[in-house]
Each structure stands twice: as C-alpha cells, then as structure tokens.
C-alpha cells in the first residue's frame, strides 16, 4: 500500500522537478566503512580521485536543470500564449459567422426589398394603366365614319350638329344609319373574315339580317354557297345591287319557311341584340329544326363587359338589350344545342377579350342526330 502511495506521489511530479530533486540533494552517501580497513581506505583513495570530476558533473547538472526550467518557463508561456491566441481565434472566426450572417439577412432583405419595389412598382403601373383605359372607355364617343358633325357658333354659343341635312342622309333610311354608325362595308369586311373558316365545311349558309352584304360577299368570293335575309329594304335593294341572293322578309318568318335540317349554317351579325325575347328564343329553336346534324349557329354581338361598348350600345335605337357572352350560352343550351362557345376574332383567348373585344361570336354546334332534337 505504502509502495503504490509512492508511485502515486512520483507519478504527479514531472522528471525535470525530480531531476532538480536529485541534484540538490547531492548524492546518497555510502554506508559507513571502517576507516583502517582494506576497503575504507581503497575507497576514500577513490573518493579523493574522483571529487574533480563529482564536483563538475554536479555543477553540470545544475546547469542543465537551470536550462531546463528555464525553458519549462518558455514553453509555459509559449503555450499560454498559444491559448490566448486560439481563443482570440475561435473569437474573430465567431465575428465573421456573425458578421456573415448578418451580410447574408442584409443582402436577402435587399434582395426582397428590391423584388417587392419592383412588383409594386409595377404593380403601380398597371394600375395607372387600368386608370387611363377606364378613362378612355368611360369618355369614348361612338363610332362614326367620316365627321358628319362640326362645331360651329350659334346665338347659344358654341354648338355640335350639322347645316347640310345630305352630309348624313342618302334617303336609304336604316342602312344610311349603318353607314354612318358601322362604317364603310371594307371595315365590316375585316371584322368578319375570321368566320370564314368555320362555315367553310358547314354549307350552306343563311345569314340573317344580313344588312349591306359584307358577309355575303366574302363568302361569294371564297364560292360557298349562301343566302341572305334582311327586314330593311334599303339594305335588301343594296344587296341586290351587289349580286346578292337576298329575300325582304321577317327573319324568323323566313327560317320557318326552310325545309328542317337543310342549312350548314345560320350566321346573324349585329342582329340578336335587336330581337325581344319571344323572337330570339322563337330564332334560336327555328336555328335549330333547320340545321342539318352538326350544323352551326354563329351569332355575333356586342360585348357588354367592354364598358365602351356598353355604353355605346344604345346609340342603335332598334336595340333591345345586351347580350352577355354567359347569357348567350345559357340561351343556346336551353334551345337544345349539343354544344357552344364563345370567342373574339382577333384575340387567341376569351379571357383576354372579354373586358377589350368590342363584339363577341357564339358558335352553336347542332345534334348530330335528329333524335337528339327538341
């Protein structure tokens, strides 16, 4: 027990504190020897031979001692110091993860900052555009070819109106209104080219209240076969005058006269807003009995979302309501048509013409069966 309490003892002193130890006690002295004995004698001889070199090497051993305590010391401190700069280390490379950190939030809230004052931004600019666009809808006068009206002084001040009654009237009566609030029959023309593609392979056509024949001439020129119909007979005269197949008569008076299931298609531009209600559901249902299986229906109107338009609908006198696209859908299902839909010419999607597109098309497609019918 005594043995390992002294191991225990050694072991927590370091071999340069036991060296210094060790020198400073000098060396263990010798068992005593009788002084006039053989061996007494041979050793003190020894003793005084060596004393010299005892001497020195003790005093060798101080120094090496001394030198290593001293540079005990020096590591001490090297190490010591060593510490001291490891922490400032860990310290500053805390400061730059913080100070990284903190760079990184900065950057990505300037980066957020930047896209929300962009979207706003643009967001703004849309706006003003919406702004400008309602202006101009809300302030738009109608359509009209040409300046029939001018301004000029009267004894009330400053007026609008006209001095030459033959500036706006050729004595054609209705179709001198077309003239005036439709435009020359070139602008009609390009307004309903695209239908052409959709009555090509539904022939024949009927056009209903076909007014000047801009749609009959464009389907002549293509060689589909057509016919018109139209209640005014100043447009019925002009049509004629023009080559054109056209019969003055009621519109839904005409439809009962045609053999059912005979007609590719039934097109009316501009009419259904001018039709009370009896007479646009008494239209569509007659539509219908004289399609053939997978006829069409294309009925083109004015587009009351389009607040322009709206609000220049009741220039025409002769209307009788808008029509909005969901309603003209809803009417078309009731009458008993297998499918419909609506589209503006010129636009590729509904959704961007709906609230821009001055007029809107409904295209029926009829049973492809008669006992689909009503």
């Known amino acids: 027990m005594a043995h390992a309490a002294a191991m ?17 006690r000098g060396p263990v002295p010798a068992p005593a020897l009788h002084a006039r004995s053989p061996r007494g004698l041979l050793r003190k001889l020894v003793l005084r031979l060596i004393h010299p070199f005892t001497h020195h090497q003790r005093e060798v ?8 305590r001293q540079q005990e010391a020096q590591l001490e401190h090297v190490a010591e110091r060593h510490t001291e700069q490891i922490a400032r280390l860990e310290s500053l490379v805390r400061e730059l993860i913080f100070t990284a950190e903190r760079l990184r939030k900065v950057g990505a809230e300037a980066l957020i900052g930047a896209g929300e004052a962009a979207a706003a931004s643009n967001a703004a600019r849309g706006a003003l555009v919406e702004v400008d666009t309602l202006r101009d809808e809300l302030n738009e006068s109608p359509y009209m070819a040409g300046e029939p009206f001018e301004a000029f002084q009267t004894p009330v001040g400053e007026v609008l109106g006209f001095r030459a009654r033959a500036a706006i009237d050729d ?20 307004a309903q080219r695209p239908y052409l593609d959709l009555v090509r392979d539904h022939q024949p056509v009927l056009d209903l209240g076909c007014g000047r024949g801009e749609f009959l001439t464009l389907l002549a020129g293509e060689g589909i076969a057509a016919a018109g119909v139209d209640g005014d007979p100043g447009m019925v005269a002009r049509c004629r005058a023009l080559g054109l197949e056209v019969a003055h008569a009621d519109l839904n008076a005409h439809l009962e006269g045609i053999p059912d299931g005979t007609l590719g298609t039934v097109f009316a531009a501009q009419v259904i807003e001018h039709l009370p209600v009896q007479q646009l559901t008494r239209m569509l249902d007659l539509a219908l009995r004289k399609l053939a299986p997978g006829g069409l229906l294309i009925a083109e109107t004015v587009n009351p979302h389009r607040i322009a338009s709206l609000k220049t609908f009741w220039v025409d006198l002769t209307h009788q309501h808008p029509i909005f696209p969901e309603v003209a859908l809803a009417l078309c299902a009731i009458a008993g048509f297998e499918s419909a839909y609506v589209f503006a010419p010129t636009f590729a999607r509904f959704e961007q013409a709906r609230l821009r597109s001055p007029a809107y098309a409904v295209v029926a497609t009829a049973p492809a069966a008669d006992a689909n019918r009503r």
Do not use: K, W
């Not at 225990?8 to 400073?24: K, Y």
């Open 61 to 68: 051993d101080g120094e090496i001692v001394g030198a290593l």
């Open 8 to 24: 225990t003892a050694d072991e927590q002193t370091t071999p340069l504190e036991r060296a210094a130890e060790f020198v400073q």
């Open 171 to 190: 004595g054609s009566g209705y179709a001198a209104f077309e003239d005036l609030f439709r435009g020359p029959a070139v602008r009609v023309l390009d």
